[in-house]
């Protein structure tokens, strides 16, 4: 069952490089997410996207950009990595509930640690 | 803008015991859902338990239970049996009905349970 599958787990970037972290989901979900977590802290909403060429902006979006081209994958992109951008990134996928919600229908990523140096 | 917040950044139990880690909530809309999710030290987020805002009983699941008083805009968890694996960070979280499952997190706690 591959769920939520996010590359890579680790990285180590120096200040004002690029790189892209890949987000898929094999649920055929609508919704993704980009979170990011600060030590010590929860997570933040970082980009989401409520269908493929739908995307939009959470609570921390500087320094970031997505994509959605597919249903399945959600890259997340950073330009100019700075020392700021340092924290664990998860992407999440969800399903359109439409009115009914139900609890277990977020879906986690397994997280990448990511260090700018 | 909804908010969640969590008091105790740190909490200790013994084995067995049961616990109670704090979770309230800010919002206006009528319509929301609650969550708490585990997360050990390996860093995934495991989902524990919902509660949504128009269910009249407290949701529980295995030793896991909420405590939904939404007149004081709280949702407590409750871990009853705890056990040497309970020990994690624990987040509770509010999504707005309608709002493409955005989750808005609190801050946490870090749940030790002791021999």
């Known amino acids: 069952n591959a769920g939520v599958t996010q590359t890579p787990k680790f990285r180590i970037l120096k200040i004002g490089q690029s790189m892209t972290l890949q987000c898929t989901q094999d649920m055929n979900h609508n919704y993704m997410y980009w979170y990011r977590q600060d030590p010590g802290m929860g997570l933040k909403l970082i980009y989401y996207?409520?269908?493929?060429?739908?995307?939009d902006k959470g609570e921390v979006p500087n320094g970031y950009n997505v994509s959605r081209s597919t249903t399945e994958d959600f890259p997340l992109r950073l330009e100019l990595a700075a020392p700021s951008q340092t924290s664990v990134y998860f992407c999440?996928?969800?399903?359109?509930?439409?009115?009914?919600?139900?609890?277990?229908?977020?879906?986690f990523g397994e997280g990448s640690w990511l260090t700018v140096v | 803008a909804q908010k969640i917040t969590q008091t105790q950044p740190g909490m200790f139990v013994q084995e067995k015991e049961a616990v109670t880690l704090d979770c309230t909530y800010d919002?206006?809309?009528?319509?929301?859902?609650l969550f708490w999710y585990k997360q050990p030290s390996s860093g995934e987020m495991i989902f524990l338990i919902y509660q949504g805002s128009y269910d009249e009983q407290n949701a529980t699941e295995g030793r896991y239970s909420l405590n939904f008083q939404k007149a004081r805009k709280s949702a407590n968890l409750v871990i009853s049996a705890s056990q040497l694996g309970d020990s994690a960070m624990y987040f509770c979280?509010?999504?707005?009905?309608?709002?493409?499952?955005?989750?808005?997190f609190g801050t946490g706690t870090r749940l030790q349970v002791t021999l």
């Open positions: 996207s409520v269908g493929a060429g739908i995307t």
């Open positions: 999440a996928s969800s399903y359109s509930p439409g009115t009914a919600f139900t609890g277990n229908t977020i879906y």
């Open positions: 919002t206006s809309d009528q319509s929301y859902g």
């Open positions: 979280a509010i999504v707005l009905t309608g709002t493409a499952s955005k989750l808005t």
